[in-house]
């Protein structure tokens, strides 16, 4: 960590002295590091060192991960709230890229012997963002808070009470040794709320703060116009002096990620955590000013999978889930469907966590051997071919991880006489709904390692966490005494070496058992800027705060200016509309640009009898602002030919270079954004960088349709 | 040859046949074990040809269902169906398409790929995805602006044809494979047969030589011993050799008569084993998927041989079709196909030609099936045609995908037939109805029978032929037409009103027009009727103007002679209490003085009051006539005119120049009084006050403003501003009777304007006002 170790971190790493050692050392020595790629390589070349960090400016943020239903992550552990929330809430601990937990609001912590308490030092002149102090007496009420509402119950299930002996030393007191209560601390699980705000009597879960923090992390609140974005700034008061280097965050919300590229590729948004449009990487990919890490996401440790639900004949049978898994190709699922990019997960611990068992039974792609083992569990081919049929579930989201992935399966299985149906869901609720109810054959499934498996781990395999109604608990109905046996100790035990003991045994026999065909890790990215110093690259990544955050090299925008006939009085209103949009993306930022083009009154949109409105599009076609709404942003029109048949781009870009004074004229080339009739329009083109076009159109009524 | 002497002649003798008979085991056991060697690669080649062949048909399949679904968003899309039922579709193109690509990724990764297949697989990829990415765009678009839709629906129909195209060539690369394998199979077992054919005849070559040296080193002694030798030499092998049972040389030779009538038994079996090598050669024929053959050149087909597949392809055993038994080749071929089959052949025949063909034929279990053959001539060394030799395998599978497909589509019709509205597909040229669907027939009366091949003027269902050329010429100038409202005769003769969408429509590249008309007729009636309706509101309302202006007329006359003659005795009243004030003024006390003072006044203002009604009265009296009007000089008079009666006043006057109009001037100049000396009055106690006119636009139309500094007034009070004698003020604080500003509004709407004021309170008011230059 580039930050300053303290003595107090001395200290922490004496008491945890053996899980840290063993779990470094455990890094180093694992043989199946992701593979470097070159994007992982640029990822570690742009990393430069504190010295240089320079304060200022503001950072735009895209958000694929749908649209946040609070700012508050100690309610609920969703990414959309935990992105914007971890920046506004500061938490007890970090965490570095290698595991190790670092001062944040607790400047120095300890673990008593007996593992029965944790004191916490906090840092002293701390405030909330309405000027209040942060004291213990806050960090009792959140714990309190988290440990009563958040989704996680095993984080902090072991805590009797916090006691509060000054403002700032908090002792946590656990009833049983807790090995995973320091990441517990970690910025997603444990923000800081303010008890003065949040502790006055209101329901907690329908708080008006929730929507409009009240912070202790480094930026906070400004605004949250629903859809659209979030905005953040500077906390002048934060903490750590100096920081946060950034003087905005702006969120862009609920972004499909076609728009998301085309935002980033145009250096307007300059961050996109989660990312995992696989397709459209290549594009992103060709972009200089890009970075494309896979990491991040160690600590989420994200697997995708194919669960079975045991209760059901015939995936009751070991056999038929080994034949199952003898049928499925991991390796055409990763190297074709993921284009190489997802890491192989075999078991149900992430190969990035300390804790990874890299010995497991491999099941070859084989399907004379799926064939025999339904054979000898009693499923012999029928007439038809046929042995059995099942159903198979999905998440609706993420494609390349869930649906297409059950459309491979569904094809590999009959082959070995297994007829699949994949079912569909509208939404993720009720995919959520059927599994949670066992209603359910097989389904793909995507479920977080959390950390530490006694967080995302355990609750899938653990027989007491058979809990009907409720997704990402054990809705397999797995049950094996022995595993129960080995969660629990694992859940109380402290000396690393044991632990990792312990969870071998557990991941080499579930393996053995298959309640669950592992698949990959979901190969998320956090797509970045070149010029950003410091980027998010811890195990927690962008779900941590961006407060070392700085702009090495702020993104610079060449435009070009309108030339000689750049003249706004132009008379033909398609020119002088084109001209003044290009004026007006010059002088404001986009996000504002593009609200006043889309406001009818500011005069660049009639969608009455002329249709006159304009468009803007990247060199190789891709569409970043159309204010009719008639293309939608991201949207590739390269592909696009007139009624004629002739091919439009090149039309648009020609056009663009020469920026007459006069608009052009085209007949059948493109429908008006109302009627979508398709008549003779005037256009006018210009560049507003020199990979930029923007054009503005309209119909030409005395040359209409009515011919 | 000296150590032959020493062994006894019936070791020679035996010498002969054992080597024959071991040559010959060993050759056969060689064959057989070659043949099913081979048999079993070829298979193996062979099934992986046809699983590729098959998976390729799949994928092109499936990229056809993609692509069909493309067009069906499109034309329901087009028909304006509810988005729920297009959704489904789109879902399942999505999975289609995910199904493509795990097609294209088992090609890819998981068969052993030759050169030539590679080479095709990755020049698939690029048209793949394109074709992929123009399809979820196409029916994206379509459901978001159809007009964009349609174009990527264009292009994804080239990409789709550079697809097909990449599809082709790695069908035919397969199959060419196939061909060859199966050529190769041919040639590999011809030249093994003949090659245990010329080592067959080798070793009895060889074994004809060793006999024939063993029989030397026999008959010299035989020959130097006894005539009776000879003879029983020259004597009938079956004979009973009696002497064989002697322990000399003629015992040795009765024996070795013996040993030859054995030999030639042997011989006999050396024979069977040659065909049982046949027999197995036979086997591998048997074995392949499909029906080898050898035929005469005869209509009836005569067999001369069929292999084993012969069963498994026409049902009957080879020996029911072996020259005709039970039943001639040529009854299986279904009837149709007969005559082309037997002119095909004898037309490659002539050409010295292989041929290829494809029929049904109906099998012993009255099944039938498609399958496709493929033969030649087999001509003897002078170029005599001997027979036909050939290959039949079953395609029906093939054939079935192709009428899946074809069902395919007719889902896609389904939703075409079906359809309330009337949807017909026509020749652009003539109108020549190629598809009609139920809501055609539903609506016009016109059958499927009535119309299919006729054109639509021959049915006459234009009412106006000049709307269809109307309909072509649009389509002809953008390809469809949206709304065209014509109207139709029908079977029975009524005719009604139809709004029609159109697009064009490319059949066997021939223009054709794929139209849908919905019956508007009720709507246009119920139009019809509530147009006659709404005339008959407005002559009522004007037979209740008319009555009102009659009535009003009578009230103006009422009013104005009402006021008229009112005038006199009140002008009577002021003219007495005057008189008696004149002269008697100095015998009335205080009082009366102030009673009389008041019956004056109240005596004048009735009369102002009365003079105001006169005037109202006279402007909806007065004959109108516009001209045009200078504006600002008529305002600079009145300001002149306001000045001169009140000069201790002091008003700035700001009047913009050359403003001016057209209108009635005398109502104009009583308006404009109005209006500037209200201005004048209620700027009283501003100093210095402030009144402007001038000229401005709203909404596009000139008006006019009085503008003043004054007092201004409420705006909660605007709505009685141009009410008779209302007054917002006190008539202690300004003078007037509240007539003025109805005058000003009688006068506007007079001139089809209108007039309207602002204010606020203690910072004046604007009055502004447009007329209607003509009326």
Known sequence: MRMKRTIATLFSALVLLVFLVDCTAADKQRPDQPPVTPDFQTALATEVVESEAQPGGSLVITFGVGEPRHFNPALASGSATIIPGVQIFASPLRYDENWNPQPYLAKSWEVAEDGLSVTLHLVE??????????????????????????????????????????????????????????????????????????????????????????????????????????????????????????????????????????????????????????????????????????????????????????????????????????????????????????????????????????????????????????????????????RFALTLDYIPITPSQQHDVATYIQHQLKEVGIVVQVRDSDSFPEWAKRIGDWDFDMTMDVVFNWGDPVIGVHRTYISDNIRRGVVWSNTQNYSNPRIDEILTQAAVELDFGKRKALYSEFQKIVTQELPVLWINVVPYRTIYHRGLGNPPLTIWGVHSPLDEVYWRQPPQKKFITPSAIADKTALDPVVRTGVRAIQLLQDQDFYTARQQLQDPTQDFLELGKSGRHVIGFTREGRVFLDNSGQLQAGMNISILLDMVGNPVLPILIESAQQAGTEAIHMDRFWPHPTTQQVGAISIWCGLLTREEIVCALAWDEAEGVGK | MKFLQNVPIRVKVLLAPILLVAGLLILALLGVYGLTQQNATLESIREDMIVRIRAVDDFALLSEEVQSDVFQIAVLQSMNLPVENILPIQERLETRLNKLNILYGQMLIHWDLDAGEKEHLVQIEEPLDTFQQHAVQAARMVLNNQALGVQLVRSSTISFGKLQAALDELRDHEETRISQANQSARQRAQSLTSWIGVTIIGILLVAGLTALISTRLITRPIRAMTELMTRLAAGDLDIEVAERGRQDEIGTMARAVEVFRKNALEKETAEMALQESRRALETLLGNLPGMAYRCDNDPDWPMRFVSQGCLALTGYPPADLLDNARVAYAQLIHPDDREGIWENVQASLEKNHFFELTYRIRTANNEEKWVWERGEGVFSGDGELVALEGFIIDITERKRAEVALKKSEERF??????????????????????????????????????????????????????????????????????????????????????????????????????????????????????????????????????????????????????????????????????ALLEEYGDQLDEQAHQYLDRVRSQAQIMGHLIDDLLALARINRHQMRRQPIDLTALVQSIAAHLQEEQPQRQVEFVIQEGVTTQGDAYLLEIALTHLLSNAFKFSGPHSPARIEFGQTSVEGQPAYFVCDNGVGFDMAHVSKLFGAFQRLHAPTEFPGTGIGLTIVQRIVYRHGGRVWAEADPGHGATFRFTLKEEA
Do not use: C
């Open chain 2, 413 to 578: 019709r389904a939703a075409f037939r079906t359809s309330p509205d009337s949807i017909n597909i026509n020749r652009l040229e003539d109108g020549l109805y190629v598809d009609i669907n139920e809501g055609f027939t539903a609506i016009t009366g016109y059958t499927r029978e009535d119309t299919l091949g006729i054109p639509s003027t021959d049915i006459n269902i234009w009412e106006d032929p000049e709307d269809r050329a109307r309909l072509v010429a649009e389509l002809t100038a953008q390809g469809f037409v949206n709304n065209l409202e014509a109207r139709f005769r029908m079977k029975d003769g009524h005719v009604i009103t139809g709004l029609m969408s159109a697009k064009i429509l490319m059949l066997d590249d021939v223009p054709h027009v794929l139209s849908i008309t919905r019956d508007i007729e009720e709507l246009k009636q119920a139009r019809m009727a509530l147009q006659k309706y709404s005339e008959r509101l407005e002559e009522m309302v004007e037979a209740r103007t008319a009555d009102l202006v009659v009535a009003n007329k009578e009230l103006e006359a009422f009013s104005y002679s009402v006021a008229h003659d009112l005038r006199s005795p009140l002008r009577g009243i002021d003219g007495w209490s005057h």
């Open chain 1, 125 to 386: 002149g701390a405030t909330f963002h309405d000027g209040e102090a942060i004291t213990s007496e806050d960090v009792a009420f959140s714990i309190q808070i988290v440990q009563q509402y958040h989704p996680f119950k095993t984080m902090f299930a072991p805590v009797t009470g916090v006691d509060t002996p000054d403002p700032y030393t908090a002792i946590v007191r656990l009833s049983r040794p807790h090995p995973a209560i320091l990441l517990a601390m970690s910025p997603p699980f444990l923000p800081i709320l303010p008890k003065h705000i949040y502790g006055d009597g209101q329901d907690i879960l329908t708080h008006p703060a929730n929507l409009k923090p009240v912070g202790s992390g480094p930026f906070k609140f400004v605004s949250y116009e629903p859809g659209k974005r979030i905005i953040l700034e500077r906390y002048e008061n934060y903490f750590i002096p100096g920081r946060p280097y950034l003087d905005r965050l702006e969120f862009w919300i609920d972004a499909d990620p076609a728009s998301q590229a085309v935002d980033l590729r145009r250096q307007v948004a300059h961050l996109a955590p989660d990312y995992i449009n696989l397709p459209g990487l290549d594009y992103l990919r060709e972009q200089d000013h890009l970075v494309i890490a896979p990491r991040g996401y160690e600590a989420i440790g994200p697997i995708n999978w194919l669960a079975f639900n045991l209760l059901r004949q015939p995936l009751n049978d070991v056999r038929v889930r080994q034949a199952i898994a003898h049928a499925i190709d991991p390796d055409f699922i990763l190297q074709y469907l993921h284009e190489g990019l997802s890491q192989r997960a075999p078991g149900p611990i992430t190969p990035d966590s300390p804790f990874f068992e890299p010995d497991l039974p491999d099941y070859a792609y084989d399907l004379q051997k799926a064939t025999q083992l339904l054979d000898e569990a009693g499923y012999p081919l029928q007439e038809d071919g046929v």
